[in-house]
């Protein structure tokens, strides 16, 4: 089973959804398949790896092949929001795009941005470059120009995605969060931080 076929809906998806105005245009940045795209109907995804854009574009997804290390091919303030689910922690330089984000985002536009935080169990993915704390998270956004409006943990325990699919509301349960502030459990760190208006 490859990379991005063990990456679809998750159970919590409404985790990351809920920040963003229903209708709002979205780059979703690392997107694989494009999950995201079932919840925007104006969505764009760029991922580097080519099977997972034939396979979103095979859906009728807009994906489109694209460097993340490179400026991303997409203009000015053309987004309501930017998702960098699950990506920061693959790149060389995770600082050229989170300022490509802040470029892409409108005026007033937010993005929502999770990595693994800085445990051992993010190692074992030898795909990744880094692990994230809450400090860097905050201070990578602010450094770019960012507001950030929230900081803090989201579990990645195994089954978490199938737990949180059990309940109407599709986001982790409240129990889960509490329990990601325990030394030990398994989480990522995550980010809402909004593009300053003017």
């Not at 300022?99 to 795909?127: C, I, K, L, M, N």
């Not at 990645?156 to 509301?169: D, H, M």
Request: glycine share 10%; hydrophobic share 40%.
């Amino acid at each position: 089973m490859g990379y991005h076929e063990w990456h679809a809906r998750p159970g919590y998806y409404r985790d990351v959804v809920r920040h963003f105005e229903p209708g709002s245009r979205i780059l979703d940045i690392g997107c694989g398949t494009g999950w995201l795209s079932e919840d925007f109907p104006e969505y764009v995804g760029l991922d580097h790896t080519p099977a997972a854009v034939d396979a979103a574009r095979e859906r009728g997804v807009d994906v489109r092949l694209a460097d993340l290390e490179q400026a991303l091919p997409v203009p000015d303030a053309s987004f309501d929001g930017v998702v960098l689910k699950d990506v920061l922690e693959h790149l060389l330089d995770p600082v050229g795009v989170v300022a490509e984000a802040f470029r892409v985002v409108r005026p007033g536009g937010r993005v929502f941005a999770s990595s693994p935080d800085a445990q051992r169990w993010a190692w074992h993915d030898y795909t990744h470059r880094r692990p994230w704390t809450r400090t860097s998270m905050r201070r990578i956004f602010a450094d770019q120009g960012f507001a950030v409006e929230r900081v803090s943990y989201e579990s990645v325990a195994p089954g978490t995605g199938i737990v949180s699919g059990w309940f109407p509301r599709k986001r982790r349960p409240r129990v889960l969060a509490v329990l990601t502030w325990l030394p030990g459990w398994r989480r990522n760190v995550w980010i809402v931080a909004r593009r300053p208006l003017g």
